[in-house]
């Protein structure tokens, strides 16, 4: 997604090929997201960006209302009033609510969890259809995709770079990484030092539950982290939210996590899990501040970084990738990315 999206950005406006390793883009953390839009994912810095890029999800007709609920027990009453004051500051539409509430939004819920925060904006998204949108963007616009094409090299010329890739070397004035759990690597090629990008594996289980989950049930979430689960297409969608540090790699999912996730649902409702029907897990990659990393590397600013995308890279992929296209072209701001701080994603943090 990170790739498509800021390649479509650019390609109107410069020449660019796109080298993606495997045989076709999307295989890795883009084709294993939970596929949702939600203010509040990924800290209060990362808000900005989800809600600028509300507007073209929506436009395009890539979002679909669903809404969501935190929920927590007797004792989270200070989190939830805490993440309503704190997310509020920056924008998101959240309130507060009560047992009456919760039990309306999500049937034969237990009764240890009593209180929660409503936020109606969330939505889910077309993952598979945005990623294609903006590859047919970039198509269009001239630019070439090269599957099979993984990095093997980086050698730096007097102006630019040249890149072995699957056999064949490029010429490049400008390298842009945005390679995922891979981006540290890649920087290794380039000779520049890493940022410290730690990939961290994350699981998904598809469930068959009864009874079915209504259709127009909330994405529910654990103010303290512990799960979310959602509808799709009568079955469930349901994470443990699981963090386990991994090398970058083709991520597959573990027992244990499958297990955990099962038995903290069942912890919240009452339903019977009839069968696991489908299990997967992707890397979530994120910079040491879990702030996403968009900008010249001060160390070499013929390399653009383009990477921490963690666990929002989906829902923030609009406006991250035209204002990285900004960045890159020297490009002044437009209605979109007027209200961004690039300062707060420059990988300048990271350097001395
Ligand atoms: C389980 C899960 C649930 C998630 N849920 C959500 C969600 O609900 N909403 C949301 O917004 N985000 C979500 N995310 C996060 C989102 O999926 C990621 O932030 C996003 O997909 C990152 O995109 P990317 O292009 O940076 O990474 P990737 O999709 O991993 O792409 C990186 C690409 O770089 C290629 N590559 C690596 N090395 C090389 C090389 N040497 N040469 C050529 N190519 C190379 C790889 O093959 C890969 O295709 C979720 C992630 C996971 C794992």
Redesign the pocket.
């Known amino acids: 997604?990170?790739?498509a999206s800021l390649g479509a950005e650019l390609a109107p406006h410069a020449s660019i090929l796109m080298?993606?390793?495997?045989d076709r883009?999307?295989?890795?953390?883009?084709?294993?997201?939970?596929?949702?839009?939600?203010e509040c994912?990924g800290g209060p810095e990362v808000v900005p960006l989800t809600l600028a890029s509300g507007p073209y999800l929506r436009d395009h007709g890539f979002l679909r209302r669903r809404g969501a609920v935190y929920v927590g027990r007797g004792s989270d009453a200070g989190a939830l009033d805490a993440f309503v004051e704190r997310f509020r500051a920056r924008g998101a539409t959240i309130e507060r609510i009560g047992r009456e509430v919760l039990e309306a939004h999500i049937p034969g819920l237990r009764p240890a969890w009593t209180g929660g925060v409503w936020e109606p904006a969330c939505s889910d998204?077309d993952v598979a259809g945005l990623h294609a949108h903006y590859l047919a963007r970039f198509a269009r616009a001239g630019g070439t995709l090269r599957t099979r094409?993984?990095?093997?090299r980086l050698d730096r010329t007097g102006d630019g770079w040249v890149v072995a890739?699957a056999g064949a070397e490029f010429q490049a004035a400008l390298l842009v990484n945005?390679?995922?759990?891979?981006a540290d690597?890649?920087a290794a090629l380039a000779g520049v030092p890493a940022v410290g990008i730690s990939p961290l594996r994350?699981?998904?289980v598809q469930l068959r539950v009864a009874p079915s989950p209504p259709d127009d049930m909330p994405l529910v979430l654990d103010i303290e982290g512990g799960f979310y689960f959602r509808p799709e297409n009568g079955r469930l969608w349901l994470?443990p939210q699981d963090e386990t540090p991994s090398a970058?790699c083709d991520?597959a999912p573990e027992e244990l996590a499958v297990a955990e996730a099962i038995d903290r649902l069942q912890q919240v409702v009452d339903w019977r899990v009839e069968a696991v029907e489908r299990k997967?897990?992707?890397?979530?990659?994120f910079a040491p501040d879990r702030r996403p990393i968009y900008g010249f590397d001060p160390a070499d600013p013929s390399l653009f970084w383009f990477?921490g995308?963690?666990?929002?890279?989906?829902?923030?992929a609009p406006a991250a990738a035209r204002l990285g296209a900004q960045l890159l072209l020297g490009a002044s701001r437009d209605g979109m990315t007027a209200g961004l701080d690039p300062e707060l994603y420059s990988p300048a943090r990271f350097r001395p």
Not at 19 to 22: D, F, K, S, T
Not at 25 to 38: C, I, K, L, V
């Open positions: 997604m990170a790739g080298l993606e390793a495997e883009p999307g295989y890795h953390a883009t084709g294993r997201s939970a596929a949702f839009w939600e994912y998204i094409g993984r990095v093997e890739a945005a390679a995922g759990a891979w690597g890649i994350r699981t998904v994470s970058p991520a997967w897990a992707g890397l979530r990659s990477a995308q963690g666990g929002f890279g989906i829902q923030t």
